[in-house]
């Protein structure tokens, strides 16, 4: 069984910065991308960005230029540095990590961006 457990998530004044961190666990056989999605009030969950097996990554036009995913493979654990954080950024960040059968998700963690 393959756990998911996001942390780094709070309340943060606009402009200012968080880092999420997604730490996986469990028997994991093959990975081919982790990535981090977001759900606001009222809205349909969202792809933030999201990095692939060979390190490709991608991002959601919204973040881009702002947010950096990365990951330490030894410690099966993906990062989301979120810098100029926006009041329109805030929502529960999921964590998700894709393999060649499933789809894995974190609990969330609630980012709050005050102006």
């Known amino acids: 069984q393959v756990q998911l457990v996001e942390s780094g998530g709070g309340l943060v004044q606009a402009g200012g910065s968080l880092r999420l961190s997604c730490a996986a666990s469990?028997?994991?056989?093959?990975?081919?991308?982790r990535g981090w999605y977001r759900q606001a009030p009222g809205k349909q969950r969202e792809l933030v960005a999201r990095?692939?097996?060979?390190?490709?990554?991608n991002y959601a036009d919204s973040v881009k230029g702002r947010f950096t995913i990365s990951r330490d493979n030894a410690k099966k654990v993906v990062y989301l540095q979120m810098n100029s954080l926006k009041p329109e950024d805030t929502a529960v960040y999921y964590c998700?990590?894709?393999?060649?059968?499933?789809?894995?998700w974190g609990q969330g963690t609630q980012v709050t961006v005050s102006s």
């Open positions: 469990g028997t994991i056989l093959s990975i081919n991308a």
């Open positions: 990095i692939y097996s060979g390190g490709r990554t």
């Open positions: 998700n990590l894709e393999t060649g059968l499933s789809y894995y």
